[in-house]
RNA sequence: GCCCUUGUAGCUCAGCUGGAUAGAGCACCGGACUUCUAAUCCGACGGUCGCAGGUUCGAAUCCUGCCGGGGGCGCCA
């Protein structure tokens, strides 16, 4: 991959990081080492530098004055990159960056393949585990955040340089599987197998849990074969990996349709763990840690109470000697940190389980399996809700599936291809049809700050305007139709002076040199939604310079050369982006 | 009861490692298509940032308390 240089041997950046890291010494002279300059995007200039309140603060001096010993120091520099440096109300310093400047970096983002984002200075094995649904369920509304955020942070994670590792920890063993493998027995594989290729997952344990719940026989004959299950039993491995294949199937079929990176290589089931979990248990005895209580045995964690406001315990092996998943989720640890190496755990995992990992972490912290550098994060997500605030459902009443979800979208999009594009052939409009779908639903998770709740709404992701995929894959297409209509190839203009003139061109300058920023702001918070933002903004920034400045039409041929640069990067950036977010932006629509 | 999380414009949401007048989008109102896709743009309207204290030169942002929403709190995952 080709990557420019800076002057100074660094690679190309966000010019507010450049500036922060310019101002660095002058900061430091006047306030000690580590004084940060405290950069900001602002309004009444490019950015500001608040540094010198804190420093005026700390040394209990006139923060005025402390601004101007910066100035001074820095003023040579800042001559370099800045048209305007000016010292504003208690001590704030304002900058301008000279649009010769601007124009410079934007070149350099044009000419790099990466588009000015930094690579991570450290490259790190991140192990990030997502979707995980379950075996013979089918899947539903409820894996949606988890698998769109999950896939997006892969990308992102990939895209400054970290190794990936992606896990997807389906639940495939536990009790159900003694019913649900009886039920197999008793359908005949032959009938069950087709009825599962049908994709009729749900019926089939519908009626499982059915035959379950009504006969004590069954029950006695489910727990029998967990008991094979657990044993290794060759001839029940057996029907347990049929039930296993159909269901991955099943996932792959919604991976694709989705456009999700997960394969079968990235399974990692709850079963894989199954051998380690008496490892757990000793690992924990030999550390001093287990605890009997109430017949199960436990670690008690601090800082966390019940009910009564005793101790809370982790259960690690449960009265009789089961495991359950605080095991699984133990040796899943170790598995990630000793086998796989890990140096950065991710967990996409919903909200309400934060108090189980809070729990499984400190325990692995405890047990010394986990320890700085590295880090496990619960990267936790609100819920998906109706119309109505509740739980999203289907007319039924049962969750959504998911592939009625994807199925709808596409529907739906296809006809908002038909209203406003029908010239299109129908295959065109149906290829469109899928992207904008499965694109505004993706967007509308990613759009939102994930921690809190969202409402499913599907007039408002498909909407045209405002923050959703529809109005960004929009600005991309009519950049590309600017190319197209042109015959010229976008990536012969990559060279190519940028001259900035109108405050609407210099404004979208500056939007594309900050997706550096956006990127890495995304990727230091796990959270998606402000990369979502960012592509917003820029796609807002976009328009309002195609609707003020002529492209083709441009007055003279260096600004039509320079409009195109800009053009060609706002729509890599655009597509770069919504790329990171597992979203495709078409070249038409 | 304890813990976690959340409360910003009529609606849906940004902003929350404290910074100068709180931002979008939708809806509503007024403009702009013989002009690179109007699936768009420009403008106007609209908020005691749940409430009350505190820290600070400065608080939507940090701290405390209260009120409201969601979730969790021993052998399901």
């Given amino acids: 991959m080709r990557r420019l240089i800076r002057h100074n041997g660094d690679p190309m950046a966000d010019p507010i990081v450049t500036v922060a890291e310019l101002l660095l010494p002058a900061f430091a002279a006047v306030g000690g080492e580590g004084a940060d300059p405290v950069v900001r995007p602002s309004d009444r200039a490019d ?43 208690p001590g704030f310093l304002n900058l301008t960056f000279a649009d010769h400047f601007l124009a410079e970096q934007l070149g350099l983002a044009a000419a790099d393949e990466h588009l000015g984002v930094r690579l991570a200075p450290v490259t790190k094995r991140v192990v990030i585990d997502y979707s995980a649904p379950n075996v013979a369920k089918e899947m539903h509304v409820g894996h949606l955040r988890t698998t769109v955020i999950g896939d997006a942070l892969v990308r992102l994670m990939t895209y400054v340089g970290h190794t990936v590792i992606r896990e997807n920890h389906i639940g495939d063993w536990g009790t159900p599987f003694g019913m649900l493998i009886e039920h197999l027995v008793d359908l005949g594989e032959t009938e069950a197998a087709d009825g599962l290729s049908l994709g009729d997952l749900d019926g089939f344990y519908r009626e499982a849990r059915a035959k379950f719940d009504a ?13 094979l299950l657990q044993s290794g039993d060759p001839e029940t491995m057996r029907l347990w990996h049929l039930l296993v294949e159909q269901s991955t199937k099943h996932f792959n079929a919604v991976y694709a349709k989705l456009g999700v990176l997960l394969t079968d290589d990235d399974i990692a089931g709850e079963s894989m763990y199954n051998a380690l979990l008496p490892e757990v248990i000793e690992r924990l005895q030999t550390a001093g840690l287990l605890v009997e209580s109430d017949g199960a045995d436990v670690v008690f964690p601090p800082g966390f109470t019940n009910r009564e406001g005793d101790p809370l315990p982790l259960i690690a092996q ?3 000697g089961g495991f359950n998943y605080s095991t699984s989720d133990l040796a899943c640890v170790i598995d990630r940190v000793e086998r796989v190496h890990g140096d950065l755990l991710l967990y996409v995992v919903g909200a309400p389980q934060a108090q189980h990992f809070a729990m499984v972490f400190k325990v692995a912290e405890m047990a010394g399996w986990l320890h700085p550098p590295t880090e496990a994060v619960h990267v936790m997500f609100g819920s998906v809700l109706g119309p109505n605030r509740k739980m999203l459902k ?20 296809a006809a908002s291809v038909a209203e406003k594009n029908p010239h299109l052939s129908a295959d065109e409009q149906a290829e469109i049809a899928i992207v904008i779908g499965i694109g505004a639903v993706k967007y509308a998770d990613l759009s939102t700050d994930r921690i809190k709740d969202y409402i499913f709404d599907w007039d408002r992701m498909l909407a045209f305007d405002g923050n959703t ?50 990127v890495w702001d995304t990727i230091d918070k796990y959270s998606p939604h402000r990369l979502c933002t960012y592509l917003f903004d820029l796609a807002q920034d976009f328009t309002a310079f195609y609707e003020h400045c002529p492209v083709l039409k441009a007055a003279d041929d260096a ?13 890599r950036v655009l597509a770069q982006g919504l790329d990171l977010l597992g979203i495709v932006a078409p070249e038409r629509m």
């Fill in 318 to 320: 449960k009265r009789g």
């Fill in 559 to 571: 600004t039509k050369q320079s409009r195109l640069v800009l053009c060609d990067t706002t729509a």
């Fill in 469 to 518: 995929a529809p109005y960004l894959q929009y600005a991309h297409a009519r950049i590309c139709s600017i190319f197209r209509r042109a015959e010229i190839d976008r990536a012969s203009v990559r060279n190519d002076a940028v001259v900035l003139g109108e405050p609407q061109e210099r404004a979208l300058a500056k939007r594309l040199l900050a997706f550096d920023s956006a």
């Fill in 47 to 89: 950015a500001q530098a608040n540094g010198a309140l804190a420093i005026a603060k700390r040394l209990g001096q006139n923060p005025r004055q402390v601004a101007e010993a910066v100035l001074a120091v820095a003023k040579p520099m800042l001559d370099t990159i800045c048209s305007n440096v000016e010292i504003a109300g």
């Fill in 215 to 227: 006969d004590p026989v069954m029950q006695d004959r489910a727990r029998h074969r967990v008991v």
């Fill in 394 to 413: 289907s007319r039924s009443g049962e969750p959504l599936k998911f592939i009625e979800l994807i199925d709808e979208a596409v529907v739906r999009a």
